[in-house]
């Protein structure tokens, strides 16, 4: 942990996953950091979608057997809330200055100065996606539907409305619908038989916990943001990019990844799936994950990586729920140099 200055405090409590939650104060107020595993392997920074935290967001992939043998054998997981989006958050102050983009990416910045951080991955998710591509100190970025142009005049004027939803009226049931939509797919969304998934009433519930002006805060930033389009040019690093075909932002995602080196950068599309591809269907990242991370030198635990007890690997090309080309595995994708690839993940519905 790096050394702790007057600007910098910390509140420690025990969580049910076993890591730290960490309040460091940074130039740009307080942000919450759950800190899990040993913080002498190397380091991999969360940042999740608007009016969501790394229990909403991220939870359905780290619960993955597989990806937990890949991502906590392998790292020290550093989950960054938005401001005031922690469990059990208060409302901030009016009297705080609302925060642009920018100012929640230098958030990112110190919290990494604090623990002695120099070079990280990131996974983000839509518009935590976006803040940490604004982030510099980056070896390789995992991106989850992720967002890079300006708003569109449609997003601007849609979000305008969730924001006076929020203001005035709080986290109600058309706004967590709105949300809902923005998060999963119709066909999760949906149900024959009328009763919701597990995946959607728990999302519920703690969307409820949300304080609603926090989340108004947040939105308001998303809603100014910059076009980078022309940073994406000179992105050096290693990327990642799952696309949800149901997501709202699929077409912004898959335009993302044509302005990326190509020698740098893969795009993986999982269908029938909304935004939220880490909870929605977090198996499907499963094998890219490997894939990717192998380039950087990182395997799974042997333990995990053995064939399961039917004889199938669940994150293999061949088990149920995913479809990977081979390409996947070519040299160029597992070294230096990943392949300007578009693989379409097939779920079983």
């Known amino acids: 942990m790096g050394e702790s200055s007057d600007s910098v405090s910390i509140d420690i409590d025990l969580i049910p996953l076993g890591g730290k939650e960490l309040t460091v104060k940074t130039s740009k107020g307080s942000v919450s950091v759950l800190v899990c595993g040993d913080q002498e392997k190397p380091a991999l920074i969360t ?51 609302l925060l642009c983009v920018d100012d929640l990416a230098d958030q990112v910045a110190e919290v990494l100065d604090f623990f002695g951080l120099k070079e990280v991955l990131c996974l983000g998710v839509t518009a935590g996606a976006y803040i940490l591509t604004l982030f510099a100190r980056v070896l390789g970025l995992i991106l989850v539907t992720p967002i890079c142009r300006a708003p569109s005049w449609a997003e601007w004027l849609y979000n305008k409305v969730l924001m006076n939803l929020l203001y005035f009226y709080g986290m109600c049931s058309l706004l967590k619908e709105c949300l809902l939509q923005r998060y999963f797919s119709k066909e999760l969304r949906g149900s024959v038989q009328g009763a919701e998934s597990d995946i959607i009433l728990t999302c519920r519930r703690l969307l409820d916990e949300r304080q609603s002006l926090n989340v108004m805060r947040f939105l308001q930033a998303i809603n100014v943001r910059h076009d980078l389009t022309e940073g994406l040019k000179n992105l050096q690093c290693k990327t990642l990019i799952f696309a949800g075909e149901s997501s709202p932002f699929h077409a912004e995602s898959v335009y993302m990844s044509t302005k990326i080196d190509r020698k740098i950068c893969a795009l993986v ?3 029938a799936c909304g935004s939220l591809v880490t909870e929605e269907h977090p198996n499907s990242m499963i094998f890219p994950l490997e894939c990717f991370l192998m380039g950087f030198g990182y395997q799974r635990q042997q333990y995990f990586a053995s064939s399961s007890s039917n004889g199938s690997n669940p994150a293999s090309p061949s088990g149920n729920h995913s479809c990977i080309a081979p390409e996947l595995l070519s040299p160029a994708s597992l070294g230096i140099k990943l392949k300007p690839i578009r693989t379409r993940i097939d779920v079983e519905i």
């Not at 009016?51 to 020290?76: D, K, T, W």
């Open 47 to 97: 940042y999740p979608d608007v009016a969501l935290n790394y229990v909403s967001c991220f939870q359905g992939l780290l619960f993955c057997p597989e990806a937990a043998s890949l991502l906590l054998h392998n790292f020290c997981i550093y989950h960054i809330d938005a401001p005031g989006h922690e469990l059990g958050a208060d409302v901030i102050s009016s009297d705080e200055p």
């Open 269 to 271: 599309e999982v269908q």
